[in-house]
């Protein structure tokens, strides 16, 4: 069965620091890859997606995520964070079945 | 525009009871998932629907059902309701069928408490 797994739970930064989350996926054939983001009291929301092309992906605020075939991976990375991105993250694979199926989350807290 | 909304926002129920959550999409769009979401399992897909009609379904039981109705609103009903279900309960619409294809809109969910 399909699976996503974020090897943070929770990460605890400075402003100004870099971040990089991490997301491995299982499955073998061509896949779509996102990232969404839940800021407090708010929405899920879409931060990036890889379909095809480039595998490196520039998202919304700064954020951008690399896809790489050989690792299972798309890792989401931001050069430097802000305390307005203290949020929940998650990685999710589209499955075969055309649902989204997501990873557990990585929540993320900037400190000022 | 609207943004996707879902009613109510919170719920409490007993044991052997059951619910119904109601969702409203985004106008024009026309697919409606539902997801679980709870602190161990993450989220969780249910099941979708598109021009009234469910396109998946997740690995849950058979007491948890939807339904979509002309005007793309969906309903989710939970049966025979287990502490278990204890959830905050997603509703995500796109213009097309499919989440992994389309980008989804969330609601804001409905916090259900099974006492």
């Known amino acids: 069965a399909q699976s996503v797994s974020q090897h943070n739970h929770h990460v605890i930064l400075s402003e100004a620091a870099s971040l990089e989350l991490g997301c491995n996926y299982s499955?073998?054939?061509?896949?779509?890859l996102f990232w969404y983001v839940q800021y407090p009291g708010q929405h899920l929301q879409l931060l990036l997606k890889?379909?095809?092309?480039?595998?490196l992906v520039k998202g919304i605020k700064g954020f951008e995520a690399e896809f790489i075939k050989s690792k299972f991976s798309f890792n989401l990375r931001k050069p430097s964070v802000q305390w307005s991105d203290t949020a929940e993250y998650f990685c999710?694979?589209?499955?075969?079945?055309?649902?989204?199926?997501f990873g557990k989350g990585t929540k993320l807290s900037v400190k000022p | 525009k609207a943004g996707v909304t879902q009613t109510p926002r919170y719920l409490i129920k007993t044991r052997g009871q059951q619910v119904t959550l109601s969702c409203s999409p985004i106008?024009?769009?026309?697919?409606v998932s539902w997801y679980q979401q709870t602190p161990g399992q993450g989220l969780q897909f249910l099941f979708e629907?598109?021009?009234?009609?469910?396109?998946n379904k997740g690995n849950f039981p058979g007491r948890f059902s939807g339904r979509q109705f002309s005007n793309s609103r969906s309903e989710m009903n939970v049966s025979t309701l287990e502490l278990g279900d204890s959830a905050l309960y997603l509703c995500?619409?796109?213009?097309?069928?499919?989440?992994?294809?389309?980008?989804?809109?969330f609601g804001p969910g409905t916090r259900l408490t099974v006492l």
């Open positions: 995500a619409s796109s213009v097309a069928t499919g989440g992994a294809y389309n980008e989804q809109f």
């Open positions: 890889y379909f095809s092309g480039d595998p």
């Open positions: 106008s024009g769009h026309r697919s």
């Open positions: 499955y073998g054939g061509t896949v779509n």
């Open positions: 999710a694979v589209g499955g075969s079945q055309g649902n989204l199926i």
């Open positions: 629907y598109f021009s009234e009609t469910q396109r």
